[in-house]
């Protein structure tokens, strides 16, 4: 059976991404990049996905291990414990001396503590999703991988690989053994290119890389500017954010994965290596506020320059690369513990979401109230988006939960009167051209429609969709957004959690207890909602616990099964990652000091 979602730490290099498992296996690596096909799927194929391990060479039962990031960084520090010895593997994407590689390169050290360890280790190339057939190449230089057009070699230090087995039952391998020993140091690592020459690096630099990786992850935490309550917590978060963010474009992806299932029955597997607008919105605006102006600036003009370039219509989401998502296309392998479909591309992408006008210009009301000017093609679009909302709110679309049927959904229409209240000040500030006068009058009218249509006196609480009696955890956005942090508001948080709550947990909206898990984003939302209505001994309470919901390195997927405590959907997920800052940096701003003592 394949591993828990929640037993992968996931290392990377701002390029793409590894999951590896506490048996020190990688089971899931697009390479070079997070938008290619992975070589190792494992973690979707078991048979033929392909992986690349390293273990001591005993079952699994014989050793126990422990692991951490090393302080501040995203290189995974594995402790392997055995009867007879000890030793420690670091992993890392490595970075270069100036920023990313020109390829891939993924080194993994080991070093041993104390006793002798048996190790093994193990490259099995995948089909990447049944796309391709895996083949080990001999040149003068070295053994070659080929899966497809991705292509990328083994080396070792103080030692190297044994000739492949071409013939193995999963495919071709290759392997090495070696005994680790007290002050011994080892080296297993991979360069992998797409589509282009092969890089060969020499092993003892591979190894200084490891150490350069440390220093540039810990330079980047320096430069993260946060003091307040849940610091480390923070930066851990903020650090887990940082892997998705796609440094060839600035890009966001929502999570390093595909096809992850949400429940058991399948049917909800999506792809998530690709880029909101609603994430982009919620990074900026952590971005900003932690001082990181370079990843900002790259995430803005990424995304505005793609929406001018695929316009006039503003889409849901892009790929990393910034073009339109595909529509989904089903690959014939099993999925994890045979849950499927397992896909590439997202059917969401030409849904009308009124909400994710409002993302947009709160993106950029964030940047200008940080300091920063916008220029004239963004301020021209931006003042067209406003009118566009004032033309469209009145329509129904598909909801932030991206749902088959369209509805006037009451949080895209607090989402569209977020966007007309923004417009209205960036232009009142004379950063967008347009009349604050119209976007006003209109906002205004979003407010009364949502007071006779999207309040349920009944229920005590801001209803899903016009018509209906059903609850949606979304609304609690719009307490941090300001749309209310009132007596209704109040009263939503209660009969959200009445209907929605299984203990620190919520589900997105009612019914879906029936479909999926609870998701871990919506619960901090909650958190943040309470904060900003003033309860917030409630806030806190909640903070604490969701904090213990988190894998053992601080991880969070998408969803958590509230009685089993086991991670469900694509993982690392951002918004869940957003979420927490979102809701920590709330706490912060609008919590007395007296009750932060100790956090």
């Not at 090393?70 to 392997?80: A, D, Q």
């Not at 190449?137 to 230090?157: C, D, K, N, P």
């Not at 030692?159 to 391998?173: I, L, T």
Request: include cysteine; glycine fraction near 10%; proline fraction near 6%.
């Amino acid at each position: 059976m394949a591993r828990a979602i929640e037993s992968y730490a996931p290392i990377g290099d701002g390029r793409t991404v590894a999951l590896v498992g506490t048996n020190g296996r990688i089971d899931w690596l697009p390479l070079p990049n997070l938008t290619n096909v992975p070589v190792f799927a494992h973690l979707l194929d078991e048979r033929t996905g392909g992986y690349f391990e390293l273990a001591p060479d005993l079952p699994e039962s014989e050793y126990r291990t422990q692991r951490r990031y090393v302080p501040n960084t995203n290189v995974l520090e594995t402790t392997f414990i055995t009867e007879e010895g000890s030793v420690r593997v670091t992993d890392a994407l490595v970075s270069g001396i100036a920023g990313r590689l020109p390829w891939a390169e993924l080194a993994r050290r080991v070093e041993g503590l104390d006793g002798r360890v048996p190790m093994r280790w193990a490259v099995h190339p995948g089909t990447s999703l049944q796309t391709a057939a895996p083949w080990i190449e001999r040149t003068s230089h070295g053994h070659v991988v080929r899966s497809g057009a991705t292509a990328f070699t083994v080396i070792g230090l103080e030692h190297g690989p044994s000739d492949p087995d071409v013939d193995g039952e999963r495919g071709p391998e290759l392997e090495g053994r070696f005994e680790a020993r007290a002050g011994s140091r080892h080296l297993v690592a991979l360069a992998a290119t797409h589509d282009e020459p092969l890089h060969f690096p020499n092993p003892e630099k591979v190894d200084v890389g490891i150490d350069r990786t440390i220093d540039n992850w810990r330079h980047w935490s320096h430069e993260f500017s946060y003091e307040g309550p849940y610091s480390e917590l923070m930066q851990r978060n903020a650090l887990a954010l940082k892997l998705l963010i796609y440094s060839p474009t600035g890009a966001i992806a929502a999570a390093a994965t595909t096809s992850l299932p949400e429940n058991p029955e399948g049917g909800k597997n999506w792809d998530y290596r690709l880029a909101w607008v609603r994430d982009l919105a919620y990074t900026a605006h952590a971005l900003v506020r932690f001082g990181l102006r370079e990843e900002t600036q790259a995430a803005l003009s990424w995304m505005l320059q793609t929406i001018r370039k695929l316009g006039p219509e503003l889409h849901v989401m892009y790929t990393l690369d910034g073009e339109l998502v595909p529509e989904p296309q089903r690959h014939h392998v099993p999925g994890w513990r045979g849950i499927g479909p397992v896909v590439s591309g997202n059917p969401a992408t030409q849904q009308l979401q009124l909400g994710v006008y409002g993302d947009l210009i709160a993106i950029c009301r964030t940047y200008v109230d940080a300091g920063n000017v916008l220029d004239v093609a963004t301020a021209r679009m931006l003042a067209g988006v406003a009118d566009r909302t004032c033309d469209l709110w009145r329509n129904p679309d598909s909801g932030m939960w991206e749902l088959g049927t369209d509805r006037h959904y009451v949080s895209s229409k607090m989402g569209c009167w977020k966007a007309l209240d923004d417009a209205a000040a960036l232009t009142e500030a004379g950063s967008i051209p347009g009349s604050a006068h119209r976007w006003r009058a209109e906002r205004d009218r979003i407010r009364e429609w949502i007071d006779e249509h999207g309040w349920s006196e009944e229920r005590r609480s801001y209803l899903f969709y016009a018509g209906g009696e059903e609850l949606d955890a979304s609304v609690l956005l719009h307490a941090p957004t300001g749309f209310d942090r009132g007596e209704r508001m109040s009263a939503t948080i209660d009969a959200v959690t009445a209907e929605l709550g299984t203990g620190p947990l919520l589900y997105r909206y009612s019914g879906a207890e029936r479909e999926e898990h609870t998701f871990v984003a919506c619960a901090f939302w909650r958190v943040e909602a309470l904060a900003c209505v003033g309860r917030h001994e409630e806030a806190l309470e909640l903070m604490d616990a969701l904090v213990d919901c988190a894998n053992d390195v601080g991880i969070y997927a998408e969803m958590i099964d509230a009685d089993t405590g086991s991670a469900w959907g694509n993982t690392p997920q951002a918004l869940s990652h957003l979420a927490f800052l979102g809701a920590a940096m709330t706490i912060h701003d609008v919590v007395p000091p007296e009750l932060l003592e100790g956090r």
